[in-house]
């Protein structure tokens, strides 16, 4: 009997190749004009995207990249990659591991392209994005069941559609924050990155997105909504380290407007520095990797801002990045 062969494929965002304004450019066309990321009609979002976002935010963007990169290029790439080879090391016999990208390289859309002609029975892709949206995990999806319908293979294809509430994410999480010794700041924030309110209200049919039951509780609709598991993240971490009621919030970063999800964190630490808290740590549930969102947004910026209005430290929480623990988890997560 011909032993079973499986593939598993890791996908993350996407980077530039390089810092540089070209190298920019050509990964925010590619990313921005998916329309799973800005979901407007074509013609409205070729033209928000090509004559207004990306001509006005490349200069900037670029500034950020390089702030970002390292010796070694973009840590999201390089942890990309020291994390599938610490998977391949521990996967049994007959299982590959593979790192793709969404946008950019190494392409999610040529690695299915490839494994088209090789010989697995199973392929699992994981999307690194622990809640579910449909900007996110959704456009995966949708690439992924394109790629399967196009190669007419019997394969069995399992997407992972998310996995804040498995126990080996929130132990991984949670042994990450209690290493920074939490009980030695004031406040903990729970930082997850922001959506479009529009988006969040198609799964609130005839509900008010901004002020919901899920903020405080999971409603039985609730699992297809990325607003309630980040709430139902922070909820499950907070019952592992029982930091206080009154001592962390959930927050929501890297917003374009007012019109997305919030509390904005940029505005809670500049609340909790007024209200006299001098050590705020922060901590992205939403990232599995850092990256310029956590990086640069959090580490430079939102350090200088807190400190800016009177605070005097907050402290990043590293994310998980390629740790022996989270490929362990990873493996529990897609039962490998």
Aim: with cysteine; glycine share 6%.
């Amino acid at each position: 009997m011909k032993p079973v062969r499986k593939a598993l494929i890791l996908v993350n965002v996407g980077t530039p190749d390089s810092p540089d304004t070209e190298s920019v450019r050509r990964y925010l066309t590619e990313f921005l004009n998916d329309k799973k990321v800005i979901d407007l009609p074509w013609l409205a979002r070729k033209i928000l995207v090509n004559l207004i976002i990306i001509p006005f935010r490349v200069r900037k963007s670029t500034t950020l990249y390089r702030r970002l990169w390292t010796d070694k290029g973009s840590p999201l790439l390089m942890h990309m990659q020291s994390l599938v080879l610490k998977l391949r090391s521990m996967v049994p016999a007959g299982t590959d591991v593979f790192g793709a990208m969404s946008y950019g390289k190494p392409s999610l859309r040529s690695l299915l392209t490839d494994l088209a002609s090789a010989d697995y029975d199973e392929i699992t892709v994981l999307p690194l994005y622990p809640q579910y949206a449909d900007s996110t995990t959704g456009s995966v999806s949708e690439l992924v069941s394109k790629h399967r319908l196009k190669i007419n293979k019997d394969i069995e294809m399992v997407i992972i559609q998310q996995f804040w509430s498995h126990p080996a994410f929130i132990g991984c999480f949670t042994e990450a924050i209690s290493s920074c010794s939490p009980d030695k700041f004031d406040h903990i924030i729970f930082s997850y990155h922001g959506l479009p309110l529009r988006q969040i209200s198609k799964i609130h049919p005839g509900r008010d997105s901004r002020n919901c039951i899920c903020e405080k509780e999971m409603p039985e609709w609730g699992h297809s909504c990325y607003k309630a598991a980040c709430y139902g993240t922070t909820r499950m971490i907070a019952e592992k380290l029982k930091p206080g009621n009154d001592r962390y919030s959930t927050a929501f970063q890297s917003r374009l407007s007012r019109n997305w999800l919030s509390p904005f964190t940029d505005e809670t630490l500049i609340k909790l520095a007024g209200e006299g808290a001098e050590r705020v740590l922060l901590v992205a549930p939403s990232f599995v990797t850092d990256c310029l969102e956590t990086l640069v947004e959090i580490g430079d910026e939102y350090s200088d801002l807190f400190i800016k209005h009177g605070g005097k430290e907050l402290v990043l929480v590293e994310s998980l990045n390629d740790s022996t623990r989270w490929a362990e988890a990873i493996l529990d997560i897609c039962d490998i």
